[in-house]
């Protein structure tokens, strides 16, 4: 069975703090996918990651996918209220349809 | 492009109830999935179909089931519902080019078994 374990679980920061959020797995992942998903709505696709190595930015988040493609991380640069939501990571298996969720990591900012 | 689409979003039954739930894909997908989402197990995957044709199921009794229409529309039933079933229930729909494959969410259906 293959897993995604998420950490933390939970973050709570000060505005203009970083932070970064890990996806780790014992499994290789084709790509793995970023979203963000706020309460009482589904989630929103970030980023995906394909190669071993990549570095993707978005603004003030920058996402890395591990060379063996099992890990993953998010780091958020000097983080806003905004900001503030479910950040999930999900590893697409193979050629299915089926993604593999993180259990999540419930980030708050504080202004 | 309209996003993905749920309807309703919220619903009420009572235990032992049967419910059926609506998802409308992104205009060209032909893949729709569906999760539930609970605050104790996250995201679990039901299944997923493709043209019609269920491809992939997760680890949930036969009470759940689904099924796709030809213009990819796609419903999910769940029978004789039970209290554990209450969740966030979402449908993504998916499109793959070569290796990307990126699933869009719906903004969900909050059903609620008293």
């Known amino acids: 069975t293959q897993l995604l374990e998420q950490s933390p679980q939970f973050l709570s920061i000060q505005e203009g703090e970083n932070l970064t959020v890990y996806c780790n797995s014992s499994s290789v992942f084709s790509s793995l996918q970023w979203y963000r998903q706020e309460p009482g709505e589904g989630p929103v696709l970030l980023v995906t990651v394909v190669t071993g190595g990549e570095v993707k930015k978005l603004k003030r988040l920058t996402f890395q996918f591990g060379d063996a493609r099992k890990d993953s991380s998010l780091h958020i640069t000097a983080a806003q209220p905004g900001d503030t939501g479910l950040y999930l990571c999900a590893g697409v298996s193979g050629n299915t349809g089926k993604l593999i969720f993180g259990q999540g990591t419930t980030l708050q900012v504080k202004p | 492009k309209a996003g993905v689409t749920q309807t309703p979003r919220y619903l009420i039954k009572t235990r032992g109830q049967q419910v059926t739930l609506s998802c409308s894909p992104i205009?060209?997908?032909?893949?729709v999935s569906w999760y539930q989402q609970t605050p104790g197990q996250g995201l679990q995957f039901l299944f997923e179909y493709f043209s019609e044709t269920q491809r992939n199921k997760g680890n949930f009794p036969g009470r759940f089931s689904g099924r796709q229409f030809s213009n990819s529309r796609s419903e999910m039933n769940v029978s004789t519902l039970e209290l554990g079933d209450s969740a966030l229930y979402l449908c993504a729909s998916s499109f793959r080019t070569g290796s990307l494959y990126e699933q869009y969410f719906g903004p969900g259906t909050r059903l609620t078994v008293t």
């Open positions: 205009s060209g997908h032909r893949s």
